[in-house]
């Protein structure tokens, strides 16, 4: 199967610049929905990776900024972001399964909702919110794929640690790191040019990594990772 067959390149790349434009446009008159916007677009294209091999499906970055938005604009906001940019980014991937984007989607809107409660628990944001926060969306994804997909559930167990690593572990350091930052920016706005230097770079670094994809596929361990049986 050609990579094309994976990813819908064209309409991805036409979206990317209707998103973008749509950000630029946003910026003078509402910083902060901007940056929503450029968050639907960061997490977009971190979807790429995980629609060509499904091991790095969680390299994806909507739950993180699904969190992000819960806790500084409202559970409501966090979950509507993080459920509509999954559903929507799944036109630009056809081999993938429906039913993960789907159920990954209640998952994240469900634990958004719960974001304010978590924070109150747990003192604010920081590495133990975001840790329940994420342990809440692994709880009900797996009880949706066990009520409704089960004869997926074997395959999911058996990309647990790999989802684990990534979720947990990536993103956890991507909070500890960025957290406040991001904050500020939902908060303040974007204040300078430097937020969008450090958006380029991670589109460059999922690139870079798509690209990595392409030759992984061809190796024999990940063969059977991938969403289909090539033909």
Do not use: C
């Amino acid at each position: 199967m050609a990579l094309e067959e994976y990813v819908l390149w064209k309409p991805l790349y036409y979206a990317s610049i209707g998103i973008f434009i749509l950000a630029l446009v946003l910026l003078p008159f509402n910083s902060v929905l901007s940056l929503i916007v450029i968050f639907s677009l960061v997490s977009l294209w971190s979807r790429i990776p995980g629609g060509i091999l499904y091991i790095f499906y969680s390299l994806e970055l909507t739950d993180f900024f699904a969190f992000v938005i819960a806790a500084n604009i409202g559970g409501v906001a966090g979950g509507l972001f993080g459920a509509i940019t999954l559903l929507f980014s799944k036109i630009f991937f056809p081999d993938e399964e429906f039913y993960v984007p789907l159920y990954h989607s209640f998952s994240i809107f469900i634990s958004a909702l719960l974001v304010p409660l978590i924070l109150t628990f747990t003192g604010g944001v920081n590495i133990v919110s975001f840790f329940i926060y994420e342990g809440i969306i692994f709880l009900i994804y797996f009880i949706l794929v066990f009520l409704f997909s089960r004869e997926g559930l074997g395959y999911e167990i058996s990309e647990l640690p790999f989802d684990i690593f990534f979720n947990f572990f990536v993103n956890g350091g991507l909070i500890t790191a960025l957290g406040t930052v991001l904050s500020n920016l939902m908060t303040k706005g974007i204040t300078s040019g430097w937020p969008l230097v450090i958006f380029t770079g991670v589109i460059l670094f999922f690139f870079v990594l798509t690209k990595s994809g392409k030759r992984l596929s061809k190796l024999t361990f990940f063969k059977r990772f991938k969403h289909k049986a090539e033909e």
